[in-house]
């Protein structure tokens, strides 16, 4: 019998270069960013996940906060760190969609200090689609397809 593989030898996660992300969001750092250790802290990322992926959705069409029958409900989220982020850089968040089921997305974004070839920081985040009504999975609507399509 073999011996499990130790968690240490998986492949690390590597920053990722602007041309894995379909669409990209320039967003600026606030000075309520930063922490007591001089750099934006890591909970500012996934704000900027949710940023990133909303804007897009609603500037196509495919996503009204106030009146859309189905809504996006977060199951998942994760984030690898690689470079610092500090006020005042601006940040070019990449997307992509890496899975898209029935109702569910696999939203992957990239952040790029402002100029940079390289993410500072990669992460992604689930949605489930609900009704907002009943909160219970639907099927994700032809314009919202669309628009991940082109995300693909």
Sequence with gaps: MSEPT???TAAKP???PRSAYKAFRTIGTRWMDNDAYGHVNNVVYYSWFDTAVNAHLIEQGALDID???VIGLVVETQCNYFSPVAFP???EAGL????????SVRYEVGLFVQGKA???AKGHFIHVYVDRASRRPAVLP???KSVLEALQ
Excluded at 96 to 103: E, K, L, N, P, Y
């Design 6 to 8: 130790p968690a240490s």
């Design 14 to 16: 590597q920053p990722e």
């Design 67 to 69: 009146t859309s029958p």
């Design 89 to 91: 850089q601006m940040v």
């Design 96 to 103: 992509r969609v890496a899975r898209m089921g029935q109702s």
């Design 118 to 120: 390289l993410t500072a």
């Design 142 to 144: 032809a314009q919202l």
